[in-house]
């Protein structure tokens, strides 16, 4: 593979604490030769200060005004302008996104459109409408986007969590996968609750740049997007007994907001950190003016010919659960300024066969908000019975996990020119999902149907087990 030229848009504390690491050893090992910077004129200050740590250190950081009130055209001209002004003569340039949310889509397009490899942060797009989220606009965006890059050899990747982690992918997954293939056996129900442990104070929400609510998006265009995709891969396994059925889904939600949050609150608990007053003392006018902290969702994945149902299941992601924030200001010094501590429980069931249950929750250690590491316990349940290769219960443990291994991981891959699991085309179902959700939130209660996309890797049919022997 040839040296590459990487270059960062958006050098916030991720990229520095997490990649940099990364980006380091590919210079040593020769994938890359050098990485530059771009991000916002009004973020420099902050921005030269990272720089100034950085080891390695960038070749030129640039910055740009925020341009996107100017509309589409006027934000393309800045980026072509920005990166062609530190693209490497005789160098295949690399770029990676790590943006806010919704400036994903501008920089995604430029680098799909002129054949440079990216890799995007999660989630992929957040489409705005007048400054507002939108979106039903989507799946239209992703399959533009996956259509016009198909056209050329770049080669396009998304940063998520669930796509090389050690418990999720290589245990999980894996075993499911193993058993639907063998036993020719559907995903019958799917269960999974994500709990954030994030706690922002009322006037947070108004204020904040990092991970913004104020543009309409919430937990959704934050953090959950990883269990999302997390969950639409394991869906997806159903593909491997039933590659030649279309599948529909039809999701039911329902939220909390910010201006929910004084009511859910204990109240002496917030007047230690100052927020025990009320920030709106109605609900406003447009109840989507700010993102959702809190979402539960039922579903189910039925025969679209038939109208049978395959798979039902529930997904939660929550903002509002037990987190570790004791202080009132966010302090510049912690990565993790509202206390984050994440618990993710799920359940995956082949119908009377087989289920699969993990949680796995973080653990903080010692004084320091950034020192967390993960727990995970996976708990199997079998008919072994018919299957005498089964136990009926088995249980194992996994300490001192960081799911940030994972994203490394992934990082470590499409530097090198190797990642394949995380493609663009592979999160068009996720985002799917994702658009249902919302889409369903804004509509309590009713229902969202869409249809499933196929995979892009086509499943491989799978045979059937000679019943009750557990062999071939």
Known sequence: MPKHHLIVVGFDEIVANKYLPCI???IEEGSLDSYSVIDLESARATIEERVRAAVPKPSQAIYLPDVRDLGPEAEA???????????VPGLPTKVYIATEVQAHEAYLRYCVENDLDSLVEKPVLAPMVDGRFAPSRITATMEDLIRTAARSAARHSVMTLSRYHSIYNDEVIAALRERVERWSAPLTSFHLRAAGGVWN?????????????????????HGAYHYVDLAAQILSLNELVHPERQFTVEISSFGAFPYDQHLRLSQPTAERLGDDMPRWDETPADPFLFGETDVTSTFRLRDAGTGRTLT??????????PSIRDWAELPASLYNKNGRTSSVDLEARLST?????????DIPRGQSADRIDAFARVTTRANAA???????????TFDG????????SLMEHWLRGTETRSTLADHLLPMKLT?????????PGRSVEFSWPRSVRPARPVSSCLAGSGKW
């Open 386 to 396: 018919l299957f005498p290769d089964e136990t009926y219960v088995s249980t194992e």
């Open 435 to 443: 658009e249902a959700l919302a889409t369903s939130l804004r509509t």
């Open 353 to 361: 066969l087989y289920s699969t249950h993990v949680h796995c929750y």
């Open 401 to 408: 996990l960081f799911h940030s291994d994972s994203n490394r």
């Open 24 to 26: 380091a050893t590919a």
């Open 201 to 221: 104070l009322q006037h947070e929400y108004e204020t904040r740049d990092d991970h913004p609510y104020k543009h309409g998006y919430g937990m959704l265009m």
């Open 312 to 321: 039902v299941g529930t997904l939660a992601f929550e903002q509002t659960t």
């Open 77 to 87: 001209n800045v980026i072509d302008a920005a990166i062609s002004r530190l693209r």
